[in-house]
């Protein structure tokens, strides 16, 4: 019956955070979530996610919790959810969460929401963290597809030796 129970959470889990997991970029090398997803989790303005953070920027100080786009990495990237009815024309520039950053919004925005969303989006960095932890495995088919062919050439010679 345990086993039943932890699948079904498993899977649970799975649907629930693949739309967060959808909206997880890289840059800057590092996993990140941009201000207009996290505004729309969170069920509130854009701008007003944003004020809250620049109330309390000390929470945010470094690299690490958020950094703003820069113009040619937006004229770089492809987002979806910017490009949606806005063209290529920001007032704003874009913030982007690092993991760290999204635990401390939670301290910024105070409301039952925001704290149900951060648990969901907590869960999609560390589910992030553990398929990137996975060990390459694309060695290991090259390995078998050589072990394969290696095979298929002896069972080919093989054939050849008797029918001569």
Do not use: W
């Not at 505004?39 to 958020?66: H, I, P």
């Not at 910017?82 to 999204?102: C, H, I, M, S, W």
């Not at 060990?135 to 069972?155: A, G, L, V, Y």
């Amino acid at each position: 019956m345990e086993i039943k129970t932890y699948n079904h959470t498993i899977r649970y889990m799975e649907q629930n955070l693949e739309p967060i997991r959808n909206k997880i970029y890289e840059i800057r090398g590092q996993r990140v979530m941009l201000d207009i997803d996290l505004a729309t989790a969170y069920g509130v303005e854009t701008s007003q996610l944003k004020r809250q953070v620049r109330r309390n920027m000390e929470r945010f100080e470094g690299d690490d919790f958020m950094f703003e786009l820069t113009h040619d990495e937006l004229s770089r990237c492809q987002f979806g959810t910017l490009n949606n009815k806005r063209g290529q024309n920001f007032k704003y520039l874009p913030f982007a969460f690092t993991e760290l950053g999204v635990a401390m919004l939670s301290s910024v925005l105070r409301s039952k929401t925001a704290i149900k969303v951060n648990r969901d989006i907590m869960r999609a960095f560390v589910a992030f963290r553990r398929i990137t932890s996975i060990p390459d495995t694309s060695e290991r088919f090259e390995r078998i597809e050589n072990e394969i062919k290696r095979i298929k050439q002896d069972m080919e010679e093989s054939l050849t030796d008797q029918n001569d």
